[in-house]
């Protein structure tokens, strides 16, 4: 297990990525260096001891000597945290959780909406080796968020909107179907042949679309992993605040996820 570090590190930018999306990057090169797609960082938003809970956050990009989180603003915390500036010192705690492991040649990425924040630096670690075909999921256009950090990669791209404003109109898990079916009638061009042996889903996104997920990826015999995002306060295991119910009872999100095995999680 890595250590786990925790303080104040300058903010190299804070900007606006959309109507209530912020990208901040921080300078932390011992969080950056060991940081894994998949972990995250427990934040205080302000410098004071209101609010009392840090507010988690996964990594966007990882670099050398600093990180990325893309969020969106929901509440008093991500408030506060959009009015921090270049330059001012934030308290940062990680990296926490365990990130996203790939073993497999072919990949999948379904993100829903926020849930693209994780996918992105998987994506960045694996382009260069492995085949990878990204799903993006929002309401509209307007709140499809890094399809141009994709399509610099050279991964195969697909977008959903619920509106139909860009791309397949409907859900993200919708595409995600259409796409399992077209490869398990016709001998796939985008992902090779021997798919469901080669391939692994990694989703984030809201509740709903990853128990559809599951159950997509059990009707494919395929795997699939998730980030899952629990309300949460201590954020290193200590607490139980974060329980989530698994075939093996109560996981902690923050300490025993917040990647899962999608199979793993009992949906109520
Ligand atoms: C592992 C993980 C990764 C995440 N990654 C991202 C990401 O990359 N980008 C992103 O946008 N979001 C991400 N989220 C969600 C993000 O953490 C929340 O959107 C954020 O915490 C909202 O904070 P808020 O204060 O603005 O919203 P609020 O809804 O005001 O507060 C959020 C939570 O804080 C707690 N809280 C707030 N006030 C109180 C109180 N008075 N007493 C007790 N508890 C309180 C509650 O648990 C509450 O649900 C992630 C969540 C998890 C678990
Ligand atoms: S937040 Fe305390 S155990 Fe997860």
Not at 79 to 93: E, S, T, Y
Not at 145 to 153: I, N, P
Not at 204 to 211: F, H, I, R
Not at 215 to 225: D, H, K, N, Q, V
């Amino acid at each position: 297990m890595p250590k786990i570090i925790q303080g104040k590190f300058k903010i190299l930018y804070n900007k606006k990525a959309g109507p209530d999306y912020f990208k901040m990057a921080i300078c932390a090169p011992g969080i950056a260096q060991k940081a894994l797609p998949g972990q995250f960082v427990h934040l205080r938003c302000q410098n004071s001891v209101e609010p009392l809970l840090r507010r988690p956050f996964s990594f966007h990009r990882i670099n050398r000597n600093n990180f990325e989180i893309l969020y969106k603003v929901v509440g008093r915390g991500t408030n506060l945290l959009a009015k921090r500036r270049k330059g001012d010192k934030i308290d940062v705690l990680g990296p926490l959780g365990n990130g996203f492991t790939a073993t497999r040649s072919k990949i999948i990425l379904a993100a829903g909406g926020m849930g693209v924040a994780p996918l992105l630096a998987l994506a960045e670690k694996l382009a260069d080796r492995k085949k990878i075909v990204v799903l993006l999921g929002a309401k509209t256009k307007g709140s499809v968020l890094c399809a141009g950090d994709f399509k610099k990669l050279g991964v195969k791209l697909q977008i959903a909107t619920d509106d139909g404003s860009q791309g397949y109109k409907g859900l993200v898990t919708d595409l995600l179907k259409k796409l399992l079916l077209l490869r398990a009638t016709h001998p796939p061009t985008s992902l090779g042949t021997g798919n469901a042996q080669r391939t692994t889903i990694y989703a984030c996104g809201p509740k709903a679309m990853l128990k559809e997920i599951a159950r997509i990826s059990r009707r494919f015999r395929m795997p699939a992993y998730a980030s899952l995002e629990e309300d949460m306060a201590c954020g290193v295991g200590a607490c139980l605040g974060c329980a989530v119910k698994t075939t093996a009872g109560y996981k902690r999100v923050c300490k025993d996820g917040p990647v899962f095995n999608l199979q793993e999680i009992k949906w109520s």
